[in-house]
């Protein structure tokens, strides 16, 4: 099994920025082949923001939203993914969610694909106030 928590959230000032974690608990032989940021604002469908390579290249990928933004990385020893988040909006309010995908899929378009990811954390809540 694969278990994602996630922290970092919180209430800030548009301009301001936040640093989201999470962390991967992987038990047995699962393989992580790509992880992912998605986010959830009420009323609105979940979206990507940004995936990792997991098992790869470590390429990344980001949404137009948050391009320029955003940088989504891991720490060396592999159990940790971030999302450093840069000049917030309050458009970017909302349940931001780490995600775990343990089959093959093509990434450079699979990264945003909901159904390719197997494990989902809790979630950590955004609040960009303007």
């Known amino acids: 099994t694969v278990h994602l928590v996630e922290s970092g959230g919180g209430s800030v000032q548009a301009g301001g920025s936040l640093l989201l974690s999470c962390t991967a608990r992987i038990s047995g032989i699962n393989t992580i082949y790509c992880m992912s940021w998605f986010r959830q604002a009420p009323g609105k469908e979940r979206e990507g923001v940004a995936g990792f390579y997991w098992l790869g290249d470590g390429t990344t990928y980001y949404s137009e939203s948050v391009n320029g933004r955003a940088t989504i990385s891991r720490d060396n020893a592999k159990t940790t993914l971030f999302l450093q988040m840069n000049n917030l909006k309050p458009d970017d309010t909302a349940m931001y969610y780490c995600?775990?995908?343990?089959?093959?899929?093509?990434?450079?378009?699979?990264?945003?694909?909901?159904?390719?990811?197997?494990?989902w954390g809790q979630g950590t809540q955004v609040n960009v106030s303007s």
């Open positions: 995600a775990a995908a343990e089959k093959p899929h093509i990434w450079n378009t699979g990264w945003r694909q909901i159904e390719y990811f197997d494990n």
